[in-house]
């Protein structure tokens, strides 16, 4: 896919990696011990899951600027889920090796969304949204409307008098 936009935000890295992400937590939140700490297991899923979403959001908007906006956010929920992984950790609910390897995936994930922020901001493209055809206000509709019916009228009177018969042409000077 290098060098193509994508078309899909399913199609992004950094959404297959943040994908990879939350799976993970959730895994690990259904584990026994961290499943009794409702209030943690249930914040550190919707940090992932902000992560995913933020950049699915973004992507969908159609702008480069909201885009980027949203992968702000998802990488603030990448520090979150590490925040939320450390505490986990301090419980017990995780094991040091567990523990570093989601660290480090959540870590990649964010480094992931930096990269991808600084191309973009880096890029010209201003966005899908940009090729579509941009909606009318209502006055604008009006005037344009407006134009329009002046054309045609025009358009009409011209071609009425184009078929309205000559009288010169109709009866033409007799020759000598």
Do not use: W
Request: proline share 3%; net charge positive.
């Amino acid at each position: 896919m290098k060098g193509k936009a994508a078309q899909a935000f399913e199609e992004l890295h950094i959404y297959q990696r943040a994908r990879e992400l939350t799976n993970e937590i959730y895994r690990l939140s259904r584990a026994a011990a961290f499943s009794g700490d409702r209030g943690l297991a249930d914040q550190i899923r919707r940090a992932a899951l902000s992560v995913l979403s933020n950049i699915a959001e973004g992507f969908e908007r159609g702008t480069t600027a909201e885009f980027i906006q949203f992968l702000y956010i998802a990488k603030g929920s990448c520090g979150e889920v590490r925040a939320q992984l450390q505490i986990a950790h301090d419980q017990q609910y995780l094991g040091r090796e567990e523990y570093h390897r989601l660290e480090n995936l959540s870590r990649q994930t964010s480094g992931m969304i930096s990269n991808f922020i600084a191309h973009l901001q880096s890029s010209d493209y201003p966005g899908a949204k940009s090729a579509r055809p941009q909606r009318l206000t209502r006055e604008e509709q009006t005037r344009r409307l407006e134009q329009l019916r002046q054309t045609q009228l025009v358009n009409v009177r011209r071609q009425k008098e184009g078929n309205r018969p000559n009288p010169e042409k109709a009866n033409p000077p007799e020759e000598d």
